[in-house]
């Protein structure tokens, strides 16, 4: 099975479908499992996500930062990136819930 390099800190991702444009070759996104190109993951200290996981309340972005910030031992192992997109997301939910 082909593969491709989208993080030199991350394992190569397989190939779902193949395309001339190294833009819009096909894959499962490492993080949450969506369909997308590897034109629209994005990346954050070597962690990839894609549209759908990466902006949204709770996604990479903002799981990398807090994670940075509050547990840097869980951030330089990458822990939480294994734990994945949904385990994140609910983490957030319930940090932000404890806010109010
Ligand atoms: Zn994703």
Redesign the pocket.
Known sequence: MKKVLISLSQPPVPVVMDADDPMDVLIQ??????L?TVGN?RMISGFV??????FVPGG?LETTLFVREHEYENYREGRFYKDG?FTNKRKAEIRNDSKD
Do not use: E
């Open positions: 996104c490492p993080y949450c499992g969506t997308t993951t996500g894609c549209d759908h996981c990466y990479l997109f």
